[in-house]
T-cell receptor
Framework: GQQVMQIPQYQHVQEGEDFTTYCNSS?????IQWYKQRPGGHPVFLIQ?????EVKKQKRLTFQFGEAKKNSSLHITATQTTDVGTYFC?????????????FGQGTTLQVKP | SQTIHQWPATLVQPVGSPLSLECTVE??????LYWYRQAAGRGLQLLFY??????ISSEVPQNLSASRPQDRQFILSSKKLLLSDSGFYLC?????????FGQGTRLTVV
């Protein structure tokens, strides 16, 4: 079945450094979503990318969808301690509008103040 | 706006005991509902999916079952818990295209 690989698994950065997490699929994706889970919390939706080569920004976060729609990245510029958490990519499990998602394994970000 | 109530927040249960986790949704009607499980430090795995009352789709074979007795109520159950059932259980509903999650129940089977 469909799978998505997310790397790295963990990342420790100094506050102010940049951070990037990557998701890769062997198949072409219709869309990809990104979620953030704070320690001890539940995942919260950040964004959905749909178009080939799409780039979207939310303040210091930049989301990119690959030209071939097989990979995606989330880049955080100048990390802050509030960025700590686990970032997940997720893709639709089937072509219908069932809302079923396959999640990547997540990248856990630690930020040293 | 949608709200998901999940309880309890934390649960410690002995092996072999039954389980019942409840999820209720407010602010929407006829939602698609989901149960996900997250093992410690890992990603989320879809367990069950429901499009309406009494309609349950099991996504993975396991020791758990789900029921939807009312439009906005989704219940996760087990007759006899296993150690491997420990994890963080999240109820979610579909909001446009994305998943909207409840606060989750952290289950430890001892």
């Amino acid at each position: 079945g469909q799978q998505v690989m997310q790397i790295p698994q963990y990342q420790h950065v100094q506050e102010g450094e940049d951070f990037t997490t990557y998701c890769n699929s062997s198949t072409t994706l219709s869309n990809i979503q990104w979620y953030k889970q704070r320690p001890g919390g539940h995942p919260v939706f950040l964004i959905q990318l749909v178009k080939s080569g799409e780039v979207k920004k939310q303040k210091r976060l930049t989301f990119q969808f690959g030209e071939a729609k097989k990979n995606s990245s989330l880049h955080i510029t100048a990390t802050q301690t509030t960025d700590v958490g686990t970032y997940f990519c997720a893709l639709s499990r089937d072509s219908g509008n069932t809302g079923k998602l396959i999640f990547g394994q997540g990248t856990t970000l630690q930020v040293k103040p | 706006s949608q709200t998901i109530h999940q309880w309890p927040a934390t649960l410690v249960q002995p092996v072999g005991s039954p389980l019942s986790l409840e999820c209720t949704v407010e602010g929407t009607s006829n939602p698609n509902l989901y149960w996900y499980r997250q093992a410690a430090g890992r990603g989320l795995q879809l367990l069950f999916y429901s499009v309406g009352i009494g309609q349950i789709s099991s996504e993975v074979p396991q020791n758990l079952s789900a029921s939807r007795p009312q439009d906005r109520q989704f219940i996760l159950s087990s007759k006899k818990l296993l150690l491997s059932d420990s994890g963080f259980y999240l109820c979610a509903c579909q909001r446009v295209a994305e998943a909207f999650f409840g606060q989750g129940t952290r289950l430890t089977v001892v």
